[in-house]
DNA sequence: CCTTCATATTGACATCTTTCGAAATGTTCC
DNA sequence: GGAACATTTCGAAAGATGTCAATATGAAGG
């Protein structure tokens, strides 16, 4: 069961072989939902903005610049990765920060690793 | 530009920090579209259960009483994992067999993992 | 070639997604 | 409290996606 709970907290081990279980269908679900939030340009921009970023974070009022899209819609990605649990967003007077979940996303790519 | 080419053949080394480098557009968008094949659950359970099976392939006479489809629409997943490069097809004699390109897989796994 | 069985494609429909402008909410500072 | 700025929420439009029934294509064996 641990291969494949990747909602656990602590960081799973790399190059952990996770797909050797079939994935029943809330599992699956579960899943789709982390990875959905990955599958799209801009979030996988804004992700590797944060990620490279100096301190590993970034203030959101440069991003709409950055990705092209209107501070809106920059708004709505980012709630889709913090809902997601990839993003942890700390609000630091009147801008937000947003700083990249490293754990979560090893988790997630563990998921995915083949058996060594 | 190695560490955002996930389009090549060769397996990337595991545990390889992908994350540190911005994407552009071009390579969020191919990523996404690799991510995308993966985030949907009914994908993710033909994923895993090709993964499972005895020898590493299945044939897809028995998948969509598996994930409980149509058999269309499984050809219709299927082929999306193929054309992500996902998955392998191979023709014997009437069924079509499918396999993991687990080195795919891998691929878009270390550009997820953050640096150790 | 003609039948049979396995798989893919087509067409249609409902749902979800991305996007933006406009308006609402939140935060600071005077 | 009110002005000023940052961010989210709302509403709507355009496009993408998942699904299945019906149909078409492909392969095997007489």
Request: hydrophobic share 45%; aromatic share 4%; with cysteine.
């Amino acid at each position: 069961m641990k291969v494949v709970d990747f909602t656990e907290t602590t960081p799973a081990l790399c190059c952990t072989p996770l797909l050797q279980v079939t994935l029943d269908e809330d599992q699956a679900a579960e899943l789709a939902d982390v990875l959905k939030a990955l599958a799209d340009p801009v979030r996988l921009r804004l992700v590797s903005l944060i990620a490279t970023a100096a301190d590993g974070e970034i203030c959101t009022c440069d991003l709409p610049a950055l990705v092209g899209r209107s501070q809106p819609t920059v708004s709505h990605h980012l709630s889709i990765l913090v809902k997601a649990g990839l993003l942890e967003r700390e609000q630091r007077g009147k801008w937000a920060w947003f700083a990249l979940r490293r754990d979560r996303l090893a988790q997630v790519s563990d998921i995915l690793v083949n058996p060594g």
